[in-house]
C-alpha cells in the first residue's frame, strides 16, 4: 500500500497549484481519502476530505471556495486544486487513507507529503 | 470545532522509562481518536485506532486508552527509536483535528 504525492513547489501569493497523490497496492475506488497540511515547524491540519465515488467532499473553513478534491478511480489518483494561495497555506500536503471504505476522517496510510511554498 | 488538548508539550526520558501521554477533547468523541507518531522529516504513522487498539505491525510497548474527553497513550518501555513527537486526533465529526503535539526524547 502506497501513496506518492507530486506537485509541490514555489507560487506567488494569488497564485494556483495541482497537487496529485497517486496510489497503490489497495482498492483506491472503495476508501475515502483526505489531504492534510502542516506549516514548517507546527502540528497537522485536515484541510480536505472525498468520499470513494468522489460524490462528496468535505473542507477546512481555511480553504473552502479556494481548494477543491477530487479523483479519478481509472488512475488511482487524487487531486487538489489549489488557488487563490496565501502565504499562510505554505506547508508539508500530506494525502491520506480512510481505514474503512464508509467515510470516517481516520487516516492509516500516508503518503511522504509535498511541499508548497507561497512566496513572492 | 472540537479542541484537542495534550499534554506534556514536551518530555525528555531515559531508555525503558513509561512514558504517558494524556489528551483531551473539549467535548465527548466517545472513542473516536487516533495516535499517530510523527518523526522529523517524515509523515505520521498510524499507532493506535479507536482509542485502545494496536494497529497491526506497531510494537505492542505502544497503547492508549480512555473515552469520552480523556485519554492516554503509554510507551511502556521507551526505546531509542520512538524519538518522535506523537499526535491525538479525534474523528467524531467534522472537522477531525489533532493535538498540538508532544515531542519525546531521550534524557
Known amino acids: 500500500v502506497q501513496l506518492v504525492e507530486s506537485g509541490g513547489g514555489l507560487v506567488q501569493p494569488g497564485g494556483s497549484l495541482r497537487l496529485s497523490c497517486a496510489a497503490s497496492?489497495?482498492?483506491?475506488?472503495?476508501?475515502?481519502m483526505s489531504w492534510v497540511r502542516q506549516a514548517p515547524g507546527k502540528g497537522l491540519e485536515w484541510v480536505s476530505g472525498i468520499s470513494g465515488t468522489g460524490s462528496t467532499t468535505y473542507y477546512a473553513d481555511s480553504v473552502k471556495g479556494r481548494f477543491t478534491t477530487s479523483r479519478d478511480n481509472s488512475k488511482n489518483t487524487l487531486y487538489l486544486q489549489m488557488n487563490s494561495l496565501r502565504a499562510e497555506d505554505t506547508a508539508v500536503y500530506y494525502c491520506?487513507?480512510?481505514?474503512?471504505?464508509?467515510?470516517?476522517?481516520?487516516?492509516?496510510?500516508w503518503g511522504q507529503g509535498t511541499m508548497v511554498t507561497v512566496s513572492s | 470545532d472540537i479542541q484537542m488538548t495534550q499534554s506534556p508539550s514536551s518530555l525528555s526520558a531515559s531508555v525503558g522509562d513509561r512514558v504517558t501521554i494524556t489528551c483531551q477533547a473539549s467535548q465527548d468523541i466517545s472513542n473516536y481518536l487516533n495516535w499517530y507518531q510523527q518523526k522529523p522529516g517524515k509523515a505520521p504513522n498510524l499507532l493506535i485506532y479507536d482509542a485502545s487498539n494496536l494497529q497491526t505491525g506497531v510494537p505492542s510497548r505502544f497503547s492508549g486508552s480512555g473515552s469520552g474527553t480523556d485519554f492516554t497513550f503509554t510507551i511502556s518501555s521507551l526505546q531509542p527509536e520512538d524519538i518522535a513527537t506523537y499526535y491525538c486526533?479525534?474523528?467524531?465529526?467534522?472537522?477531525?483535528?489533532f493535538g498540538p503535539g508532544t515531542k519525546v526524547d531521550i534524557k
Open positions: 497496492g489497495f482498492t483506491f475506488s472503495s476508501y475515502a
Open positions: 486526533q479525534h474523528y467524531d465529526n467534522l472537522p477531525p483535528t
Open positions: 491520506a487513507k480512510d481505514p474503512l471504505t464508509t467515510v470516517t476522517n481516520a487516516f492509516d496510510i
